[in-house]
């Protein structure tokens, strides 16, 4: 039976009717549908585009498909329908059309340097390897590598790029020649510069931003996705890393301190920003709303460009078509105006993927 919805449909800012037919949306209207909303403001379903599924709370991989499901299940009860998993060390492609499971747009394995990064997480490869590393884990995925472009080095004690700028170039170069898009891991200033004039297509976190660089991301249409919620546990790494290296733990610190201006900067520049957690490992699964709001309230965001960066804009970054003619059947609903009070979207009343009421 098709379903009926009716209430202000955003970004359009009017009461629509509309119909699922299947996994479809049609605004012509279908005799003897179900009527599930009658009021209420409806947005596309909300988007996680940097989550981890194939990663347990704590940092370990998961060992099973049903581990994975029960992450998803937490970020669709909180209203996400679409996720972007930005790299997983167990491969799940059975969950990309399960009818219970957000949309999944998913990469491969983190392609990592040697002994540089989470432990049993990413592949790791010396340079040689990098391009063919890439091309790999771009099959495993289904339209995205994610690189590793820097983590601690221990021997200078300090954040480093994964590889020099020539290999990190390939390697954006690789994922493209093999028909996907490279997200980049990065929280230094020397990495996200080489990345983002190599042309990588998103980055991650991106606390080193340099004004120079925000303006040719916006030139670029390179993507950010802050995790504005990851970039708070930076005081804990900090904490954590003080006794051995002091140098690494006060450069983590004033990256911290100093990325609100960065998000805020990048927004005004115009540069793509979309919603993203971090979930998996040390964020729990289920807190878009938290991070939407601190794009808010800490980077300056208005209401209706952080409902675009986690709802319609996002979905069609990812190529997950929103409330349109045709379009796919995922939506969320809540009881009052989320540009009015962005806290609302805490709570969606209704919930319907693809074509399906959940909640």
């Given amino acids: 039976m098709a379903l009926h919805v009716r209430g202000v449909l955003l970004p359009d800012d009017e009461v629509r009717d509309l119909w699922l037919v299947g996994d479809r949306v049609t605004f012509t209207p279908v005799p003897d549908s179900e009527t599930v909303v009658d009021g209420g403001f409806v947005l596309p379903g909300l988007v996680d585009a940097h989550c981890h599924i194939g990663i347990a709370r704590g940092g370990a991989p998961i060992t099973s498909l049903d581990q994975a499901r029960a992450l998803a299940h937490v970020d669709r009860d909180a209203g996400v329908l679409a996720i972007r998993d930005a790299g997983s060390p167990y491969p799940y492609p059975e969950l990309d059309d399960e009818p219970d499971l957000p949309r999944l747009a998913r990469a491969g394995q983190h392609v990592a340097p040697p002994k540089r990064y989470l432990r049993d997480i990413g592949v790791e490869v010396d340079a040689t390897d990098v391009a063919a590393a890439v091309a790999a884990q771009a099959r495993a995925g289904n339209g995205w590598v994610k690189l590793v472009g820097d983590w601690i080095d221990r021997g200078v004690g300090d954040l480093a790029p994964a590889w020099d700028a020539d290999t990190l170039t390939a390697a954006v170069r690789a994922a493209h020649d093999a028909g996907v898009r490279a997200a980049v891991h990065t929280f ?172």
Avoid: C
Avoid at 257 to 262: A, H, K, R
Avoid at 303 to 315: F, T, Y
Avoid at 323 to 346: H, I, K, N, W
């Fill in 188 to 359: 230094s200033e020397s990495a996200v510069e080489i990345m983002v004039r190599a042309g990588v297509d998103s980055v991650e976190h991106g606390t080193g931003l340099s004004l120079d660089l925000i303006d040719e991301m916006a030139r670029q249409g390179t993507a950010l996705v802050p995790t504005m919620i990851n970039i708070a546990t930076f005081g804990g790494i900090a904490e954590q890393a003080r006794g051995k290296f002091p140098g690494y733990a006060d450069h983590m610190l004033a990256l911290r301190d100093g990325f609100p201006e960065v998000v805020r900067a990048a927004h005004e520049a115009g540069v793509p920003i979309y919603v993203g957690t971090d979930a998996g490992g040390g964020i729990d699964h289920g807190l878009a709303a938290e991070e939407m709001l601190l794009l808010h309230e800490q980077a300056g965001m208005a209401p209706i460009d952080v409902l675009a960066a986690a709802s319609w804009g996002a979905r069609a970054w990812l190529g997950f078509p929103g409330l349109v003619e045709g379009g796919l059947a995922d939506l969320t609903v809540y009881p009052e105006d989320p540009r009015s009070d962005l806290r609302v979207v805490r709570a969606p009343s209704r919930t319907i993927l693809r074509g399906r009421v959940i909640r």
